[in-house]
């Protein structure tokens, strides 16, 4: 393994900031580089997305989407909390051929929808609670994906970005062109989310990450109604 991830380091090390690279590690799908996409992501994602987890303070009951599940690391945790239906998103035909082998639980459903629209697979308010590791830098334009988080996620619902900034600072910007966590916050803030951000070290460079949280807030009406932030 050591070996493995001393070639994967070295050849994105010189191909970072290639436009092929990014997409690699968007969606692994090219001989050669998607192995080395693969390699990185299942080193670097380990600690951070049972972290993450751990951070969302999940319920059995909960309804949760994660966005860009990858090696299924972070999806397997939730399923052993949830017992409810639990929806995983992958655009990457290569890492859904790899959930597919990995006999994941029954409750869980992958999906190889696009996540900017997921109306004839997700309800309106249907998700307590939204993951996604590493893939916000790559969603364009942002802001329609965000609107979907929106519909997707019930009154009080959360979503949870984990993201590596330092790491992704060289990525090629046709590519992954969210890489400003400020600019990240302001969006989520305009449709009304109410957004906390928090830097976490766990005692790696590997896990080393920000943990954006945005919720979708319940306000009161001076006649008491309830209404739900940003509609």
């Known amino acids: 393994m050591k070996l493995k991830l001393i070639v994967a380091r070295w050849i994105h090390k010189f191909l970072i900031h ?31 997305s049972i ?13 949760v989407l994660e966005l860009g599940v990858g090696n299924g690391l972070a999806i397997k945790e939730i399923a052993k909390i949830s017992g409810n239906n639990i929806i995983g998103v992958e655009i990457s035909a290569e890492f859904r051929k790899n959930l597919l082998k990995m006999k994941l639980p029954k409750n ?17 308010g249907s998700i307590d ?50 890489r400003n966590e400020r ?16 830097f976490i070290d766990l005692g790696e460079d590997r896990s080393r990450y920000t943990l954006i949280r945005f919720e979708k807030t319940i306000e009161r009406k001076k006649d008491g109604k309830a209404i739900c932030r940003g509609f």
Request: aromatic residues 8%.
């Open 183 to 198: 600019e990240i916050i302001s969006q989520l803030s305009r449709v009304g989310f109410n957004v906390s951000s928090e």
């Open 108 to 124: 869980i459903v992958i999906l190889e929808n696009d996540a900017k629209d997921l109306s004839n697979k997700v309800p309106d």
């Open 18 to 48: 290639t436009e092929l690279m990014t997409e690699n590690m968007r969606s692994p799908k090219t001989i050669g580089l998607a192995w080395v996409a693969r390699t990185l992501m299942n080193y670097s994602n380990a600690q951070v």
């Open 129 to 178: 609670k939204l993951l996604a590791i590493n893939v916000i830098y790559f969603l364009k334009p942002i802001e329609e994906y965000i609107l979907e988080f929106k519909r997707i996620l019930r009154k009080g619902g959360i979503g949870y970005l984990g993201c590596k900034f330092e790491s992704i600072k060289n990525f090629d910007i046709e590519v992954a062109p969210n």
């Open 51 to 63: 972290d993450i987890v751990n951070r969302m303070k999940l319920k059995k009951t909960d309804h």
